[in-house]
């Protein structure tokens, strides 16, 4: 009930593409839903996040897509750059706090 | 945004000792704090939960007596690592939430344990 699941584990895309990342959840006390970019070394940074009443949001070249009903939501990187290339985490919280997070996706984007 | 600092950034002790790690929020009041452990390739899990002036709630799994947290102001929480072993090792990262919002966390740059 508390599990996010993630997918794809890693990803590998061509400049200019748009990589897509899916993320799944149980639990439908959950109302907000974050995307963290981590670094080798580095602590997670907030990269975008949803709340259930919206189907999607942009900021930049970041997009978040949810789908209530399903319980799922995917991230979409537009015009990825080599420079985004690092490990994405979705997460899920209540009101608690307490974030569940993914299992992580590995993005390279190449040259 | 708002910024966390942790210290130190990476620490190497040996087995039997204990380490803390200090977590700062530099620029807003935070009235609570989480810990993370990461291992290598994996994600993060919450540890344990600590509000300001109250003690820490931990996670299932987590010895409270291994792990010490104590949240003693508003803008600082310590973890002690107790009796470190090597499955010890880890990169611990803190986060903070202030008291405007009750899903906006922001993290630490981590610290990387090493226990020899």
């Known amino acids: 009930q508390q599990q996010v699941k993630q997918s794809p584990q890693s990803l590998i895309v061509q400049k200019g593409g748009i990589p897509i990342i899916n993320c799944a959840y149980e639990n439908t006390a959950f109302d907000y839903f974050p995307w963290y970019q981590q670094f080798p070394g580095k602590g997670p940074a907030l990269l975008i996040a949803i709340r259930p009443d919206v189907s999607e949001k942009k900021e930049g070249r970041f997009t978040i897509s949810f789908n209530k009903s399903a319980k799922q939501f995917s991230l979409h990187i537009m015009d990825s750059q080599p420079g985004d290339s690092a490990t994405y985490f979705c997460?899920?919280?209540?009101?608690?706090?307490?974030?569940?997070f993914g299992q992580g996706t590995t993005l390279q984007v190449k040259p | 945004g708002a910024v966390v600092s942790q210290h130190p950034s990476r620490v190497i002790c040996k087995s039997g000792t204990s380490v803390k790690i200090e977590c700062r929020s530099l620029?807003?009041?935070?009235?609570?704090m989480f810990w993370y452990r990461q291992f290598p390739k994996q994600s993060l899990m919450l540890m344990a939960t600590?509000?300001?002036?109250?003690?820490?709630?931990?996670e299932q799994g987590v010895e409270k007596d291994k792990f010490l947290i104590n949240h003693a102001s508003l803008t600082l929480s310590t973890l002690t690592v107790t009796s470190a072993h090597p499955e010890d090792s880890s990169f611990y990262i803190c986060?903070?939430?202030?008291?405007?919002?009750?899903?906006?966390?922001?993290f630490g740059p981590g610290t990387r344990l090493t226990v020899t």
């Open positions: 986060s903070a939430r202030g008291a405007g919002d009750a899903y906006e966390q922001y």
């Open positions: 997460a899920a919280t209540s009101n608690t706090g307490k974030l569940i």
């Open positions: 620029d807003f009041q935070a009235t609570t």
């Open positions: 600590s509000n300001e002036g109250s003690k820490a709630t931990y």
